[in-house]
């Protein structure tokens, strides 16, 4: 952190913006008292609750029970509050049957979500949030976020880090640009963000894996019975272009391989080239061979846009895509008044999806399937009559 100055005042929630590494999470964890800073002071009024790293100071050795009472000590409250608080903590968590096991013996999902339980157990004068709703599966993400907009109401003051815009920008008055330990911006939530896109945008070749870019019309027999291209090649237009596209993974890096419990997002760059008054959308076509497309993605809401380059961005969810390789086709389409491909890059990007053995239970082979989604799954023993 390099020369931050900055007042929250009670009842403001704040968002903050960034790439990894840019001191967002260091930020927090000074004004939690978790690191100390080297120069300058930092003053705290009112009791915080820091949901940064979920689980970190848990005692391995020591039991999932007594780790919620030593937990809660720390972030305040009493013994005797932690102790009467400890079954809806277990409850909450879905680790009732582990409360006398050892923390080490639970897996990380596990750990997270015993940590996400012991904090929104404190109704705290500031709540802090660094990336806390990729708990867990889908389900008790659902749960997590419930949770959290009740704490968010009943919270003085709140600062969010997070990669999801549209979060800050529906639920912050306030928010600013982190970059290299330094505000780089600092206003309104809507303000900030297009500040920050802006410069997103400008940069995006700089992350980006290039992909070849080809000018040619789009002929009706470069499409196969369902409108796709039968060809490799990238297709741009009067009105459109591609620049380049990644695979990018959760610690903002450009990869060609993830776990199958890590969350990814394909990007895709292009310009606009002259003004029409059509709404574009980007497209995402994923095959796991050339004759199997496993699903094709889009954006719900579209606009239309002025000339400029933009980045679109569609985040995979982990635990949804199967232990194999995919290839990702590059598309920009619009509707009005007729159906037309601006450009489309069939085998654009590639990359391959690692399992985990616990994953897999052991097993070394392949999964089928396109897709292997994490759903919700019950055993009850059947009493014989």
Request: aromatic share 10%.
């Amino acid at each position: 952190m390099d020369e931050i100055t900055l007042a929250v005042n009670s009842g403001e929630k704040i968002g903050i913006l960034g790439a990894n590494g840019s001191g967002k999470s260091t930020l927090l964890k000074v004004i939690c008292g978790i690191l100390q800073p080297t120069t300058g002071s930092v003053r705290v009024r009112g009791t915080i609750a820091p949901l940064i790293e979920l689980g970190a100071g848990f005692d391995l050795e020591d039991s999932v029970k007594n780790n919620i009472v030593l937990y809660g000590i720390f972030l305040g409250l009493s013994r005797e509050e932690m102790v009467d608080k400890t079954n809806s903590i277990l409850d909450f968590a879905e680790l009732k049957d582990y409360a006398h096991a050892p923390v080490k013996s639970l897996s990380s999902g596990m750990i997270a979500r015993l940590g996400f339980a012991i904090a929104t157990e404190v109704k705290p004068d500031i709540l802090i949030l660094d990336e806390v709703l990729s708990v867990g599966d889908e389900r008790f993400r659902n749960k997590a976020k419930k949770r959290l907009e009740k704490l968010w109401d009943e919270s003085g003051s709140v600062l969010l880090v997070s990669h999801d815009l549209d979060s800050i920008q529906k639920s912050c008055q306030k928010a600013f640009w982190l970059d290299q330990g330094k505000i780089q911006f600092y206003g309104s939530a809507d303000e900030t963000i297009d500040y920050y896109l802006s410069f997103v945008r400008q940069n995006a070749p700089d992350r980006s894996q290039s992909v070849q870019v080809a000018f040619e019309d789009t002929a009706e027999s470069d499409l196969d019975q369902n409108g796709f291209f039968k060809s490799s090649k990238v297709m741009g237009d009067e009105y459109a272009i591609l620049v380049s596209g990644s695979i990018i993974n959760s610690h903002d890096q450009v990869v060609d391989k993830v776990a199958i419990d890590e969350e990814i997002k394909v990007c895709m760059h292009y310009k606009i080239l002259q003004q029409k008054s059509i709404k574009f959308i980007p497209n995402f076509h994923f095959y796991v061979n050339p004759d199997i497309c496993a699903f094709i993605v889009s954006p719900k809401v579209v606009r239309v846009l002025a000339p400029g380059d933009y980045v679109a961005e569609c985040k995979i969810p982990i635990n949804f895509l199967n232990d194999k390789s995919y290839t990702v086709g590059l598309a920009l389409s619009s509707f009005e008044p007729d159906v037309k491909v601006h450009f489309y890059a069939i085998n654009a990007l590639t990359f391959k999806v690692v399992p985990s053995v616990e994953d897999n239970h052991g097993y070394t082979g392949e999964t089928p399937g396109v897709v292997r989604p994490l759903f919700k799954w019950e055993t009850v023993e059947v009493q014989s009559k």
